[in-house]
């Protein structure tokens, strides 16, 4: 028995391993050709023989990619500042609040998580060219300003709080916005910082709308410019590599950090979700 | 005495500032309820509800976006889509990386959660390394498989080479082109779909597991008629969400075949990329909106019977 149990473990680490491999051969290959002159990026090597940053200084000063860079995190800043504080709020009155209309309130903001996004992409050009929202950074974030999903998880957190401890709150005269916000919100951290890492991480690789409303070179996001970019730059890719370990090393610097509330995150609204 | 008074004061001070003893503390709540969603509340009417209320209107009429002019055409437009064999096509493709995907990313996830599970050291590590695909940007993991897939230069045929095989065309060939995009989807949600699988299995209790090993249930037995049943809840999470997903897809087809957006052959074309091209390359508006309809009426019918005929209540 223990040693049928030690070979279905060292199985279990030898296919794991194998497909560890596999998954992140993207990356090497991606980095190992950013470092690659142009002549030698359609030899098969494995590694560089002569390695040059030419193709990130490249990227970086023949292109916007800064700005471009600056652009996506404007956009996934103040769209996760306001996805936190809104939508923490609509989860908290939704579930710690009796009025009236609240279970009609609470299935109008979850029907629209069915609404594809293609369906909504046409009216709001409409209205962003009517007002003149295209090309600015108010058109880009807008649509994504609240989201549906973060008031069900929200809601699901603020459901597992004691109602007596608003009501002590209310007893020691705090206001109704005082018991959101320094008793209720503190209690639920961790689906906080699920949500926000969430939403960031989906404006940050949003595509199909700033594809859209976005008309200029300089206010591209970084996923439209790169996809711009990339169209452009033809069969240099070296660049087109260089670019795109600008746009995914970060993330996956903050991934490393950030690894367990990431992760735990997912789990939360995979489970409660 | 002093402890007394310091008590009243926040009882008195609301009475106060509050809205007066006239009106009952529960109706004073319902008002604060009210402001709290005011803005929210128009923000999910104008921005979600609304446009798709326009969309509808829309799919009735004609519109080119720069004239004034928006004729009603009844199902014009309907009929339009179902004349063109282009629609047909990107429905049906549409339909196929769902059959595709979500079986193979729910089938791996599944199979490595579970070997996840039969290790203890380095387990994290190797969580975290299958998870990095789902944090990385669309885009630029799109241009990295493009490179990848490359029929003379790409790392994939010269592996193949190697092993000794032929090289494939890949991203080039109209039969092979749409398992290559629904190979690197699932390549990144699998971390995603492990992640979910690892806490489903978690929180199956050990003692189902024990009591029938004691019986004398083989590991087929056990996957069988205590695995799969408890995890029905993740499953059918898991499909739900990737099926929304797979019938929206967008991003890594265009970002796959830049330059034949769609192709080859209109081999790669989805709904969502038959929508964007329609509406803002040949400014068929209404057109578009018709196909966002049926796109719309798709996902609600597939969601629905999913969770009609998946979800069971599993007891023991």
């Known amino acids: 028995m223990r040693v049928r149990r030690r070979l279905v473990c060292a199985a279990a680490y030898a296919v794991l391993t194998l497909g560890g491999v596999v998954v992140l051969f993207p990356f090497f290959w991606m980095l190992i050709t950013s470092f690659k002159p142009f002549d030698e990026i359609f030899a098969l090597s494995f590694w560089p023989s002569r390695p040059t940053l030419d193709n990130y200084l490249q990227v970086l000063t023949a292109t916007r990619f800064p700005r471009w860079y600056l652009n996506s995190l404007v956009v996934a800043t103040a769209t996760t500042a306001s996805v936190l504080f809104f939508d923490s709020l609509v989860g908290y009155t939704l579930a710690k609040l009796r009025f009236p209309g609240r279970d009609l309130v609470f299935v109008l903001i979850l029907s629209t998580l069915m609404i594809p996004t293609e369906m909504l992409v046409i009216p709001w050009f409409v209205t962003s060219s009517e007002r003149g929202w295209v090309d600015t950074y108010w058109g880009i974030a807008f649509p994504g300003l609240m989201s549906a999903f973060g008031v069900f998880l929200m809601r699901q957190f603020f459901e597992t709080l004691p109602d007596d401890l608003l009501d002590a709150g209310r007893i020691d005269g705090v206001s109704e916005f005082g018991l959101f916000r320094r008793i209720a919100l503190p209690l639920v951290r961790p689906a906080m910082s699920a949500l926000a890492i969430l939403t960031f991480l989906g404006n940050w690789n949003a595509f199909l709308w700033p594809l859209i409303i976005i008309q200029s070179d300089a206010m591209r996001t970084l996923p439209v410019g790169m996809a711009l970019f990339s169209g452009e730059a033809g069969s240099a890719w070296n660049l087109i590599m260089a670019a795109s370990g600008l746009a995914i090393v970060p993330v996956i610097v903050v991934f490393g950090i950030f690894q367990r509330q990431i992760i735990e995150g997912v789990v939360l609204t995979g489970v409660k979700g | ?316």
């Not at chain 2, 503390?25 to 509340?41: K, S």
């Open chain 2, 1 to 316: 005495m002093a402890q007394l008074a310091r008590r009243a004061q926040p009882l008195l001070a609301r009475k106060r500032r509050g809205l007066g003893p006239s009106v009952p503390l529960r109706w004073q709540r319902a008002l604060w309820a009210y402001a709290f969603l005011a803005v929210p509340l128009a923000f999910f009417l104008s921005i979600r509800i609304w446009p798709a209320v326009q969309a509808f209107n829309l799919s009735v009429h004609e519109w080119n976006i720069v004239g004034e002019a928006q004729p009603y055409v009844g199902a014009a437009n309907f009929r339009e889509l179902a004349a063109d064999p282009r629609f047909a096509r990107a429905l049906l493709n549409t339909l196929q990386y769902t059959v595709v995907g979500v079986p193979l990313q729910l089938a791996l996830g599944l199979a490595l959660a579970m070997l996840l599970e039969q290790v203890r050291w380095l387990r994290g590590l190797l969580r975290a390394v299958y998870f990095v695909p789902y944090v990385t940007p669309v885009v630029a993991a799109a241009w990295v498989w493009q490179w990848l897939y490359s029929p003379n230069f790409g790392a994939v045929n010269g592996v193949l080479d190697l092993l000794g095989l032929p090289p494939q065309p890949f991203l080039n060939s109209p039969e092979q082109a749409l398992y290559a995009v629904v190979a690197m989807v699932v390549w990144q949600n699998l971390g995603f779909q492990v992640v979910i699988f690892l806490a489903g299995l978690q929180s199956i209790p050990r003692v189902y597991y024990e009591a029938a090993g004691m019986d004398g249930a083989g590991p087929w037995r056990l996957f069988r008629h205590i695995t799969l049943p408890l995890l029905n809840p993740t499953i059918v999470f898991s499909v739900v969400i990737g099926t929304l997903q797979y019938l929206q897809l967008f991003a890594q087809v265009v970002n796959l075949n830049f330059l034949d957006q769609g192709g080859p052959l209109d081999s790669t074309l989805t709904v969502a990329l038959y929508i964007y091209q329609v509406a803002f390359q040949r400014f068929r508006m209404g057109q578009a909106a018709a196909a966002t309809v049926v796109l719309f009426a798709v996902m609600m019918a597939v969601a629905l019977l999913q969770l009609r005929f998946l979800s069971r209540r599993v007891e023991y």
